[in-house]
């Protein structure tokens, strides 16, 4: 199985700032990568999903992420958070011979009014 | 469009008594199903897989089992429960073996 690594455990930022929330996975070949996000009291949703193609994907709510291959990273973006985009984030991967997922730990997203 | 249920949301069980938690989907056929459990901080383990009717597969060996009764239905469980099992047990199901669509979870409670 591949392992995920979500570089920060929380963030806290202020509404109108950018956000990037970092993502690499340890796996050589082809990958699927996944951002899911649980906002608070909610099921844990698809945020965005990359299987092939445009290295930059763009998801739900203004989300964006970017496949660099040579780096073993799927970061995701936003330009300008909201209060409402306050919620925990979750990168995962699988090959493309293995439909298990992996999950990074997580990321809690604290937006600030 | 494609619903998950699980049930019970909430549950509180002594030490050494049995489990049970149902997973349902609606409006698919033959998905692939998943059980997986969410610790604070650590993201979310998988712990069973199923393709189909009584085809399981055990990601991690633990005091749990799961069974795959019909086509939609889900359901982990354990014979005596240890103080270890609780946590929050969230069920995925996929058309296709790549995006997972999950349900609402189950928060347990071992006491």
């Known amino acids: 199985a591949q392992s995920v690594s979500q570089h920060n455990h929380h963030v806290i930022l202020s509404e109108a700032a950018s956000l990037e929330l970092g993502c690499n996975y340890s796996?050589?070949?082809?990958?699927?990568l996944f951002w899911y996000v649980q906002y608070p009291g909610q099921h844990l949703q698809l945020l965005l999903k990359?299987?092939?193609?445009?290295?930059l994907v763009k998801g739900i709510k203004g989300f964006e992420a970017e496949f660099i291959k040579s780096k073993f990273s799927f970061n995701l973006r936003k330009p300008s958070v909201q209060w409402s985009d306050t919620a925990e984030y979750f990168c995962a991967v699988s090959s493309s011979n293995d439909y298990k997922l992996s999950f990074g730990a997580g990321t809690t997203v604290t937006v600030r009014a | 469009s494609q619903t998950i249920h699980q049930w019970p949301a909430t549950l509180v069980q002594p030490v050494g008594s049995p489990l049970s938690l149902e997973c349902t989907v609606e409006g698919t056929s033959n998905p692939n199903l998943y059980w997986y459990r969410q610790a604070a901080g650590r993201g979310l383990q998988l712990l069973f897989y199923s393709v189909g009717i009584g085809q399981i597969s055990s990601e991690v060996p633990q005091n749990l089992s799961a069974s795959r009764p019909q086509d939609r239905q889900f359901i982990l469980s354990s014979k005596k429960l240890l103080l270890s099992d609780s946590g929050f047990y969230l069920c995925?199901?996929?058309?296709?073996?790549?995006?997972?669509?999950f349900g609402p979870g189950t928060r347990l409670t071992v006491t």
């Open positions: 990359y299987f092939s193609g445009d290295p």
């Open positions: 995925a199901w996929s058309p296709n073996h790549y995006e997972q669509y």
């Open positions: 796996y050589g070949g082809t990958v699927n």
